[in-house]
């Protein structure tokens, strides 16, 4: 069961981001993927703006990971680590920049849509459904830290491209890595 593997997943320094609440929901497989998809949010509806910071990153009022672009106009360093890594692990199938294929959803709007625990819910367990039109896979990410120890970020950063906070491509100014956010990345992949 591919959960067991999150257990090399260490909450950040003090507000978990990977919070018992999201992986007791995940084990207990209470959250049914696909479920949150059914409601389309309106942009105003979802709470990006950023109301606190660990050291490692951004997160909004309910303690959800989020980004921020001070008035540099510079994006955080856990932001510009999801460009990253979605260009790195995701894009093959899912298209540059969050903009979606034909073969995958665009996930700039699936990170407004889907709450963040449901998010983490598809990418751990990943999703499979046949249909008339053949089958579509979305692979489990739950043993690979190369996308579990970034997730926080890639969600934070498909949330920016869905609220136009930033354009397609590289985002051209961003923040220094913080000691803390080097520390918490270390110990997630040494883990
Ligand atoms: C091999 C192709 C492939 C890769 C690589 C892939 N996905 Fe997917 N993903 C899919 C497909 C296909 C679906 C649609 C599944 C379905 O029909 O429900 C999907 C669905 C999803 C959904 C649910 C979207 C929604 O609106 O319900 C999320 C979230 C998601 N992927 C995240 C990711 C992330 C994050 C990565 C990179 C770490 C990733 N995927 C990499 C193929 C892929």
Same mark, same amino acid.
């Given at each position: 069961?591919?959960?067991?593997?999150?257990?090399?997943?260490?909450?950040?320094?003090?507000?978990?981001?990977?919070?018992?609440?999201?992986?007791?929901?995940?084990?207990?497989?209470?959250?049914?993927?696909?479920?949150?998809?059914?409601?389309?949010?309106?942009?105003?509806?979802?709470?990006?703006?950023?109301?606190?910071?660990?050291?490692?990153?951004?997160?909004?009022? !309910?303690?959800?990971?989020?980004?921020?672009?001070?008035?540099?106009?510079?994006?955080?360093?856990?932001?510009?680590?999801?460009?990253?890594?979605?260009?790195?692990?995701?894009?093959?199938?899912?298209?540059?920049?969050?903009?979606?294929?034909?073969?995958?959803?665009?996930?700039?709007?699936?990170?407004?849509?889907?709450?963040?625990?449901?998010?983490?819910?598809?990418?751990?367990?990943?999703?499979?459904?046949?249909?008339?039109?053949?089958?579509?896979?979305?692979?489990?990410?739950?043993?690979?830290?190369?996308?579990?120890?970034?997730?926080?970020?890639?969600?934070?950063?498909?949330?920016?491209?869905?609220?136009?906070?930033?354009?397609?491509?590289?985002?051209?100014?961003?923040?220094?890595?913080?000691? !803390?956010?080097?520390?918490?990345?270390?110990?997630?992949?040494?883990?």
């Amino acid at each position: 069961m591919a959960f067991k593997s999150l257990s090399f997943m260490t909450p950040s320094t003090r507000r978990a981001s990977w919070s018992g609440a999201a992986l007791g929901l995940a084990l207990a497989g209470v959250l049914a993927a696909g479920a949150a998809t059914a409601e389309q949010k309106h942009r105003e509806d979802v709470d990006v703006a950023a109301a606190s910071n660990d050291g490692v990153r951004y997160f909004n009022a !309910e303690d959800i990971p989020t980004f921020n672009i001070n008035d540099k106009g510079e994006v955080d360093w856990p932001t510009f680590s999801g460009f990253r890594r979605y260009h790195a692990e995701c894009h093959v199938c899912h298209g540059p920049d969050g903009e979606g294929s034909t073969y995958a959803p665009a996930l700039k709007n699936s990170a407004l849509n889907l709450d963040y625990y449901a998010f983490v819910e598809v990418v751990a367990s990943g999703r499979q459904v046949t249909g008339a039109s053949g089958n579509s896979v979305m692979p489990a990410f739950g043993t690979n830290k190369n996308v579990m120890c970034y997730l926080d970020d890639i969600y934070s950063y498909l949330r920016a491209r869905g609220m136009d906070a930033l354009p397609r491509g590289r985002p051209a100014k961003r923040e220094a890595k913080s000691p !803390e956010f080097d520390a918490a990345e270390k110990e997630c992949m040494d883990g």
